[in-house]
């Protein structure tokens, strides 16, 4: 069964480096999300993503936010200078198709963020 | 703005103890409204889409339903394996291409065998 898969699982990083958290959504799906969720806290809309340009984004994703989809199969997010309260899960779904029947979207594992 | 509250926070049942999940949810307009089941450590895993009050879906043991002001996840006689925490997602209407789920805080289910 097809499946979001993310890159890595757990990244630790310094205070102020960039990261480059990577997504390789559902093969024939066509929209792609990032979301994010604070231990202990709900799971949070960041940005979505479709025909290589930002849909929606929501207050958290600032300017040092990014997304890219750099070839036909990875989605990326890229933090330019990470800060303590960006520690958390960071989450990737994929969507085949926005306004039909079937809305559902499929999310990955994870990669885990801590931020030192 | 959207807004979504789940209760009870936590639930601890003995196996084979059934019992209802419940959702709130305030939206403008609601285009779906999604359950999913959320193992520690891991991602959202996707459990059913309802559309329209008074519709029903079914999967095992879980049965959701769906009226104009909440969502119910029945469980019937669970098992251990059900332990996790179950998210409840709304799409509103005014979504077009973004289609942003707004997520409630879950409920954390505890299944003692």
């Known amino acids: 069964e097809p499946e979001v898969t993310q890159t890595p699982s757990h990244q630790v990083t310094q205070m102020g480096q960039e990261v480059i958290l990577r997504c390789v959504p559902i093969?024939?799906?066509?929209?792609f999300y990032w979301y994010r969720q604070i231990l202990g806290q709900k799971v949070e809309f960041l940005v979505s993503f479709y025909n290589n340009e930002i849909s929606e984004k929501s207050e958290i994703f600032d300017d040092q936010f990014s997304v890219e989809r750099p070839d036909g199969s990875n989605f990326t997010l890229k933090i330019r200078s990470t800060k303590l309260e960006d520690s958390a899960m960071y989450f990737c779904?994929?969507?085949?198709?926005?306004?039909?029947?079937?809305?559902?979207?499929?999310f990955g594992p994870g990669t885990r963020l801590t931020v030192l | 703005e959207d807004q979504v509250t789940q209760s009870p926070e936590a639930l601890r049942l003995q196996e084979g103890e059934s019992s209802s999940l419940n959702c709130s949810y305030t939206v403008s307009g609601l285009r779906g409204l999604f359950w999913y089941r959320q193992d520690p450590g891991k991602g959202p895993e996707f459990l059913f889409t309802l559309y329209s009050a008074g519709e029903e879906k079914e999967k095992e043991r879980l049965k959701a339903t769906l009226t104009k002001k909440e969502s119910f996840l029945h469980i019937t006689a669970p098992k251990p394996e059900d332990s996790a925490t179950y998210l409840c997602a709304v799409l509103n209407v005014r979504e077009t291409s973004g289609s942003r789920l707004t997520f409630g805080e879950g409920t954390q289910l505890t299944v003692n065998p």
């Open positions: 779904a994929s969507l085949r198709q926005a306004l039909s029947f079937h809305n559902e979207q499929f």
């Open positions: 093969s024939n799906h066509l929209y």
